[in-house]
């Protein structure tokens, strides 16, 4: 599971939290529930646009040494 995984997921369950919320009330705390949506959904889609600059690559530390390494033959 990568490391941002959680962060995602979470990001997402406020977006929905935030908007289906905001419906339901009215006035200051309606407001704050769609800021937080707001807020989440760009921490979602910057975690997202990682995943998928990243996606396919190898990170450096989970590369086999060995693999790397020239070997005598």
Sequence with gaps: MDENTQLLALSVF???I???GSILLDGWAGILLVVIAVTSFF???TIGLRFLATAGIPRRDTVCRECLE???S
């Design 14 to 16: 406020f977006v929905a």
């Design 43 to 45: 921490i979602a889609s």
């Design 70 to 72: 020239p070997t005598d």
């Design 18 to 20: 935030g908007f289906f």
